[in-house]
């Protein structure tokens, strides 16, 4: 079975740094996924991680440690857009499965 | 990366009712998949569309609630029948782009009424 935990909210003001932690406990792993999803809008891709380390995309950083099952996302110098749900997921063959999100509320 | 398009974007329906979603993705794919979202929840594979076979369904989910069609391989329909009030959820299409896991469509906002 999967077993993936991410926290249930984050509040952060807005040019900080926020990271949203994920550890997960899966049957079989060949890669860890993080999206966003703002309201009422489908998911969207922000980064991959199959080998341990830090994988950097412009103010999006996402780490993985496979050995411990944790994973996290770093926002950077946040905006008022990345208020949104952060969602952790795990691939096992094909399939992925879900964290529950954490929603990131950015304040001015 | 693959565009997908999928609708109705939303629907109010009758209990009882039935509701089909279409999905189509501009590019060829070998596999589709369908999950359920519900209200404040994150994302739950109902199944996973094979072309040329029958559809794979995750635990919790049977093919006379949730049948699917995979006719070729750039489209997937996704009917819940026999609707209730349980079902009112976001449903989303999606296909596998190897290294960046899923791309969604944007999305089904069911209500049952």
């Known amino acids: 079975g999967q077993n993936i935990d991410q926290p249930t909210e984050m509040t952060a003001t807005e040019g900080a740094i926020v990271q949203i932690n994920c550890t997960y406990q899966t049957s079989g792993f060949n890669g860890l996924f993080w999206y966003q999803q703002h309201a009422g809008e489908a998911p969207t891709f922000l980064s991959y991680n199959v080998l341990d380390g830090l994988e950097e995309k412009g103010r999006f950083s996402s780490f993985l440690s496979r050995s411990k099952g944790y994973s996290y996302l770093l926002l950077k110098e946040l905006q008022m857009k990345d208020s949104a749900s952060y969602l952790c997921?795990?691939?096992?063959?094909?399939?992925?499965?879900f964290g529950a999100g954490t929603t990131v509320t950015v304040r001015a | 990366s693959a565009v997908i398009s999928q609708k109705p974007s939303r629907d109010i329906c009758q209990r009882g009712t039935s509701l089909t979603i279409q999905c189509q993705v501009d590019s060829q794919v070998t596999m589709m998949f369908w999950y359920r979202q519900q209200p404040g929840q994150s994302l739950t594979l109902i199944a996973t569309a094979n072309q040329g076979s029958e559809a794979t369904y995750e635990s919790g989910f049977v093919i006379d609630k949730f049948p699917i069609s995979r006719p070729n391989l750039t489209f997937s329909t996704l009917t819940v029948s026999n609707m209730s009030p349980e079902d009112s959820s976001i449903y989303l299409c999606s296909v596998e782009d190897r290294g960046k896991g899923a791309f969604f469509g944007q999305g089904t906002r069911l209500t049952v009424v």
């Open positions: 997921a795990v691939r096992n063959d094909y399939k992925l499965s």
